[in-house]
């Protein structure tokens, strides 16, 4: 199997406050992690990738100092949202690879944030 | 620049056959993805494709034509459950998933 899980499935916080999302591969080492955000009746938008003991690779427009990525492990990934704001609400999701020569993006069940 | 294009919307009757179509363009090219998702809920993995052809996993088949840059997700027998949104995702040179907006799939009774 393949089981990636995340907690918390959903949050809500207080705008100004920062917010942690764990990631974990639960039956395998996960070589790549990737960060995707979800916004309502829109596709999946790729916000980083991260490698096990290096820094996350950010895609343009997304601050990398707002939303931090720690890839302490090969089971683990964190993002913080750092200050959030009410327009950081969105379902964020997670997905880990394998590596080698699989290349497919194994997902966690999301988490739903709400800033109020 | 890379683009994927699949239909907004979707509307199929329980027990028959809806394709899902797909166009891309994207820097290099390996392999393009199907993923299902229901709402609310993460995708899940339906299928990969490399080599052009048809590939058949039971109910769901999923046809590639890397010369037209065009690929299809066939679903059979659909059922009640099938209602969901499935994402169309090519993978360009760089390992990099590009993903589509997602087709709506009603199922109707």
Known sequence: ????????????????????????????????????????????????????????????????????????????????????HPEDSSFYICSASKGGDSYEQYFGPGTRLTVT | GQNIDQPTEMTATEGAIVQINCTYQTSGFNGLFWYQQHAGEAPTFLSYNVLDGLEEKGRFSSFLSRSKGYSYLLLKELQMKDSASYLCASMDSNYQLIWGAGTKLIIKP
């Open chain 1, 1 to 84: 199997g393949a089981v990636v899980s995340q907690h918390p499935s959903w949050v809500i916080c207080k705008s100004g406050t920062s917010v942690k999302i764990e990631c974990r591969s639960l039956d395998f080492q996960a070589t790549t992690m990737f960060w995707y955000r979800q916004f309502p009746k829109q596709s999946l938008m790729l916000m980083a990738t991260s490698n096990e003991g290096s820094k996350a690779t950010y895609e343009q427009g997304v601050e990398k100092d707002k939303f931090l990525i720690n890839h302490a492990s090969l089971t683990l990934s964190t993002l913080t949202v750092t200050s959030a």
